[in-house]
């Protein structure tokens, strides 16, 4: 148990810096991934400061695609203190495990991967944190194809505590950014240059660089530029390879300035492609966790992965020119990019200082390992004297490390060279010189005369239908400096020159920039969502190479998208078409007029249903005198009955109903009964007879029964007696 809370399981990956446990937090019940660094931390103050304040900024990063922190601490013991770090626990694998399981990714598997890693990058350097070791063990793919970003901060932790010094190299050779190789310097740019070597990995199953020795990985970064994807692996868009080249750039300066800034431009290289989003495969769960930054991440159960290196502080690779008897017995190292190294579980959770040292002897080096390297021995590799650059671990011509030379025999061989070279007659050596002598200064002045005369000058080599990658080499190989723009082209083929300027043939200096211009093949028709404003299709359209266009008498009705809006294409989106052919953008007339029907007759509720059916609002615009219609009968409406209205009228509609009277009846009833119907119908009514009172029978009247008339009307009736 971890300071009375969290109990230790097994053991999921193990690294030279720390060794992760599957846990339980036995306050929440919930299973966690337990980070235990290596003892040799624990006593540090330094370190355990820096790494409760990266802990602390890691457990800030709220979002998705970051493995969350849930707590870290130091568990004091008298046999040892145990710093660690308690994460959350993803089932799964890393993308190391997928690597290892499938080879390089279809290009949209790999993209579905690095776009959550940048997000989660993105959200991190918005928030001031820098990752430091971004490799395909801290990518995490759990259950479902969830993407997770593990280890931030502990780069940085040991780093920056006394365990290292500026002139030591803290990181993953494969994956280390040119400036963190050459200074240490690491700021946002860093991780784009590592994620982008991750997506090259990707792309090609293997990283760009491999060596002898980490060093002479780690010179490769800081003097090489990374090669296109495609150089290896046919078939990658040229957009995803422009991508891969400017993510990795030796200059910061020339990268995107933060992983905000290389999501954008993945998300447009998406979008040029046209690759969707799919799921992400799970690693199979025989695949352990690698060794992560520093010492490895939990994210599927099983044991410990046996071909993850652990974190080393690596050998500063000794000059050639150095006595053997100084340097001890030479070892060597297999290759960066394919070396392993297993070391065993131990039983129970390691305490003291006898724990934490692997076994003693050669130590394999693989691109998955947090490691420590002397920049102090990467220096003089870099410039070698003589101008050739030199990989560090070994000479021009040669491998890296030889095989293991007994120091006696070595320094017998000198003594041996020394003794023979002692026995060389002085005229013998002054005639060597002055052979020397003369030989460097007629190479000198034939060097000066070659430059001044044809020397400097390089003649544009034809690479017309060229591969984009296959161009770059000729290009280079000429002394000129290449730069690739693309546009549509109807005859030559996607992904080849078009053509270069200055033109094939022609004659510049060395070192002069070359405009290659990259066909995008023939132009298809752009993707213009319903409701775009008429400039920016038109400008879609025009990007494409393609010439835009509208016709009044082509225009439609559309009940969502607004008037004078874009409604569609023709010819439709994707469809191939030689550069200039006409687009016809298909605008919107709002919707179509709809034309008020004819309630007359109805009831004013029926006509109110009726109208709202439609699609209008009805209101009462009062009552009118109608001999046609009943009181309380529609007479009208307001517009009338089949007139239209259009999209940019109010849809009001006013009803307009009877109120005429129908008179009754009146002969055959009393005087008095009469009266009375005739008030309640708003009627006057007059009596004409003999004596007229309320008991007269009414004989005949004057307005017929059934006929209408207005309100008030007087009716005349006559009575007897």
């Known amino acids: 148990m971890l300071e009375h809370r969290y109990r230790v399981d097994g053991l999921l990956a193990r690294g030279g810096m720390s060794v992760v446990y599957r846990g339980l937090d036995t306050r929440l019940d919930r299973p966690v991934a337990i980070k235990v660094m290596d003892d040799r931390f624990s006593g540090d103050r330094k370190f355990t400061e820096r790494f409760e304040r990266e802990a602390r900024a890691a457990a800030r990063l709220h979002h998705p695609g970051i493995v969350a922190v849930h707590d870290q601490g130091v568990d004091r013991r008298p046999d040892g203190d145990r710093v660690f770090l308690v994460m959350e626990l993803v089932e799964g694998g890393t993308l190391r495990d997928l690597l290892r399981e ?404 022609v004659e510049v200096l060395r070192g002069t920039e070359v405009t290659v211009v990259v066909s995008k093949g023939r132009p298809k028709v752009p993707s213009v969502a319903a409701g775009t404003a008429l400039q920016d299709a038109e400008a879609a359209i025009r990007d494409a190479k393609l010439t835009p266009r509208t016709d009044k008498n082509r225009d439609e009705y559309h009940e969502s998208v607004p008037e004078g809006r874009v409604v569609r294409l023709d010819p439709e989106a994707g469809t191939p078409a030689p550069v200039g052919t006409e687009v016809t953008i298909i605008l919107s007339k709002g919707a179509k007029p709809l034309p008020v029907p004819d309630v007359r007759g109805m009831s004013k509720d029926e006509a109110f249903a009726a109208l709202r059916k439609e699609g209008f609002e009805p209101y009462d615009a009062g009552a009118e005198f109608s001999e046609q219609h009943d009181a309380g009968k529609v007479v009208t409406t307001k517009p009338g009955p089949g007139e239209t209205l259009s999209s940019g009228q109010s849809k009001r509609v006013g009803v307009v109903v009877s109120n005429a009277v129908t008179v009754p009846r009146f002969a055959g009833s009393s005087l008095q009964d009469a009266k009375k119907a005739a008030d309640d119908l708003k009627l006057k009514l007059r009596a004409k007879g003999l004596r007229p009172d309320k008991h007269s029978l009414v004989l005949g009247q004057s307005v017929a029964p059934g006929t209408k008339v207005k309100a008030g009307t007087e009716v005349e009736v006559e009575t007897f007696p």
């Open 102 to 505: 499938r080879g390089a990714l279809p290009v949209p598997v790999a993209l579905s991967v690095l776009d959550p890693v940048l997000s989660a990058l993105a959200a991190a350097h918005s928030a001031g944190l820098v990752h430091r070791d971004v490799k395909p063990e801290n990518v995490l793919i759990g259950r479902g194809g969830v993407v997770k970003v593990a280890d931030f901060g502990l780069v940085r932790a040991v780093a920056e505590a006394g365990t290292t010094s500026a002139s030591v190299i803290l990181g993953t050779v494969a994956y280390l950014a040119p400036e963190q190789v050459a200074t240490g310097a690491a700021d946002a740019r860093s991780d784009v240059y590592s994620a982008g070597l991750v997506l090259y990995e990707m792309l090609t199953g293997v990283p760009p660089y491999t060596g002898d020795t980490a060093l002479s990985v780690a010179y490769r970064h800081v003097n090489d530029d990374v090669p296109p994807p495609s150089a290896s692996t046919p078939g990658i868009p040229p957009a995803l390879d422009e991508l891969v080249v400017q993510a990795t750039r030796r200059d910061p300066a020339a990268r995107p300035q933060d992983a905000a800034a290389f999501l954008l431009a993945l998300q447009r290289v998406r979008a040029t492609v046209g690759v969707d989003r799919v799921p992400v495969p799970t690693p199979a769960p025989v695949a352990a966790v690698a060794a992560a930054s520093p010492g490895g991440h939990p994210s599927a159960p099983g044991a410990p992965a046996d071909d993850d290196p652990p974190t080393q502080r690596i050998p500063a690779v000794r000059d050639d020119s150095a006595d053997p008897a100084d340097s001890g017995p030479t070892q060597r190292l297999a290759p960066t990019a394919m070396a392993t190294m297993a070391y065993p579980a131990p039983p129970s959770l390691p305490v003291g200082p006898q724990h934490g040292h692997h076994p003693s002897g050669p130590q394999p080096l693989g691109p998955q390992g947090t490691r420590a390297m002397s920049r102090a021995d990467l220096a003089p590799s870099a410039t070698p004297p003589g101008g050739t650059p030199t990989p560090p671990g070994g000479t021009a011509g040669q491998p890296g490390a030889g095989e293991a030379t007994k120091s006696g025999r070595s320094g017998g061989a000198r003594r041996a060279g020394a003794s023979a070279a002692a026995r060389l007659r002085p005229s013998r050596r002054v005639f060597v010189l002055w052979i020397a002598v003369v030989l460097v200064v007629a190479s000198v002045i034939g060097g000066v005369a070659w430059w001044l005369g044809s020397g400097r000058w390089a003649t544009v080599p034809k690479v017309a239908n060229f591969e984009r990658a296959t161009a770059e080499n000729v290009l280079r190989n000429a002394d000129l400096v290449p730069r690739f723009q693309e546009e549509h082209d109807d005859a030559v083929e996607q992904g080849k020159v078009v053509r270069t300027d200055p033109n094939t043939g």
